[in-house]
């Protein structure tokens, strides 16, 4: 015998679920994300090479870039870009010419490292993310000093964060708690120290550490680039989070298999 068909039977539910799901859909795909740009910032360290302009892929985006002194984060799309650095002064102009590939999400700080005077100018590549967190401070270091030998970098009555750095080379993120502290850069071999600098540091905060030569002396100076770094908000829709809608998509295309398998 034939089943009949009664108004509330699984048949007449596939259209409405059909439609449900296409404007489910239709809403996550075209509701906006928060997703981090690619982005790079310039940074000189070289005490001897002069102001330097900074190119993007023939784009000029800095003029006069001179000792110390850092740039502003460019966006950029994650791809290979050509980056050039030229020097100003002097009698003999100096070009830095590198094609690097920026990924996704990333941030990079580009520094001009070396000594002009001893032909060893160069650009170093350094990704400056950290994993965000809301109650400690995020360290990277990296060591610019020309001609130094594998230094230690520690906090006074504390650990050592990053052992046997070596010049143009750097680590991973130390994740330290808020407070105000006393950095110590030694030499590895014999715990010697070249430089100490007291450093506040705060909560969703990201330090990016650069060590270097000083332009009038030559001694050792830190420089710090701070950036708030606090964890992104879940992206919502409709004030759900997407994780939420994309589970109650699954389960609707569930439901929509069973009903049409049922028949």
């Not at 080379?169 to 994740?175: D, K, N, P, V």
């Amino acid at each position: 015998m034939e089943s009949l068909e009664y108004p509330g039977q699984p048949g007449r539910l596939i259209p409405f679920l059909v439609v449900a799901l296409v404007l489910f859909f239709a809403i996550i795909a075209f509701s906006p994300t928060t997703r981090a740009a690619t982005g790079v910032r310039f940074l000189h360290l070289s005490p001897d090479a002069g102001p330097v302009d900074i190119w993007i892929d023939g784009r000029l985006v800095e003029q006069e870039l001179t000792f110390k002194e850092d740039t502003d984060y460019v966006e950029i799309n994650p791809d290979q870009h050509r980056i050039i650095c030229k020097t100003e002064d002097g009698p003999d102009t100096v070009v830095l010419n590198s094609l690097f590939p920026f990924r996704e999400d990333k941030q990079y700080t580009v520094a001009l490292t070396g000594d002009r005077m001893s032909d060893d100018l160069q650009l170093l590549f350094v990704i400056d993310n950290c994993p965000p967190t809301q109650r400690l401070a995020q360290v990277k270091f990296t060591n610019a000093i020309q001609n130094s030998p594998q230094a230690d970098l520690s906090i006074k009555y504390g650990p050592v964060l990053y052992s046997r750095v070596s010049f143009r080379t750097g680590g991973g993120c130390r994740l330290i708690p808020p407070d105000s502290y006393l950095f110590s850069l030694t030499e590895s071999e014999s715990g010697d120290l070249i430089a100490q600098k007291e450093l506040e540091l705060q909560a969703e905060t990201r330090y990016n550490i650069f060590t270097t030569r000083s332009q009038e002396d030559g001694g050792i100076e830190f420089l710090s680039l701070s950036k708030p770094n606090a964890p992104e908000e879940v992206p919502k829709i409709f004030g759900v989070e997407r994780s939420v809608l994309q589970l109650l998509g699954a389960g609707l295309i569930a439901s929509l298999v069973i009903l049409v398998l049922g028949r």
